[in-house]
C-alpha cells in the first residue's frame, strides 16, 4: 500500500473590520495547532516568515479538505473574514524576514 503523496498549500485569511494585531495573533496559535505554519522553507535550509495573514501547510488533504479545515479555525474567531487557499507546485519568494536559528 502506497502513502499518499503530501502537497503543499498556501492559505490567506484576512479579517473584515477589526484588524487589531492580537486577533491575528489568536489566529496564528490556532492555525498552528490545526498544523498551519507561519513560516516557510526554502532548499538552503532556511526558514523565512511569511507575509501577515498568510499559511503555509504541508498535508495530504486536498484544497477542499484544507480550506475546509482553515475556516473551521477562523470561525473560532467568531469575526467576519475572507480566505482563499491555492495548491502550489513550487513557491518562489523575495523580501521575507529570515527566521534566526
Known amino acids: ?18 484588524t487589531a494585531s492580537t486577533l491575528y495573533e489568536g489566529l496564528n496559535d490556532l492555525m498552528a ?3 498551519f505554519s507561519r513560516t516557510i522553507t526554502s ?11 498568510e ?3 504541508e498535508t495530504e488533504l486536498n484544497r477542499d479538505e ?4 482553515a475556516m473551521r ?3 473560532k ?5 475572507s480566505i482563499i487557499v491555492s495548491e502550489s507546485k513550487g513557491i518562489t519568494w523575495g523580501g521575507l ?3 534566526e536559528e
Do not use: D
Request: charged residues 30%.
Open 66 to 69: 484544507v480550506i475546509a479545515a
Open 1 to 18: 500500500m502506497t502513502t499518499p503523496e503530501k502537497k503543499e498549500f498556501l492559505a490567506r485569511i484576512e479579517f473584515h473590520g477589526e
Open 77 to 81: 474567531l467568531k469575526r467576519k473574514y
Open 33 to 35: 495547532e490545526g498544523g
Open 73 to 75: 479555525i477562523a470561525n
Open 43 to 53: 532548499a538552503e535550509p532556511a526558514t523565512y516568515y511569511l507575509p501577515t495573514a
Open 55 to 57: 499559511y503555509f501547510i
Open 97 to 99: 524576514t529570515k527566521r
